[in-house]
């Protein structure tokens, strides 16, 4: 059974509003990989905030025991519809905070959780 999906880094922009490669203005983030989302609903997101450095924290995150990689400012989007299943861009303008992950397997603690709003 496979956890997570790597994402490819191809170069595509899902947006709620309208979105360029430099995101017009809007939040940018790079995906960083997902994996199925709570109780296997959906998608968890992981990106690394671009042009907003304050919504994310630094983080390293850890795949079974190995180091992934340090990013400056990882957020979780949760996704339970997998509306972003294969971005490795998403742009947003307006999104809601949710609960800080807990435990998990990449040691989430801490990480900030948003949804991102229609």
Known sequence: MRKFLIIPAVVSCLSLTSCADACNGNIETLVLYAKPGPKGVGRATYVDVLNKPGLGIKKTL???????????????INDPESRFARNSKICFTTFRA??????????EEGIPEITVEK
């Open 62 to 76: 850890m795949y079974e025991g190995k180091e992934f990689g340090t990013f400056e400012h990882v957020v979780i």
């Open 98 to 107: 949710d609960a800080a992950a807990t435990g998990g397997d990449l040691n």
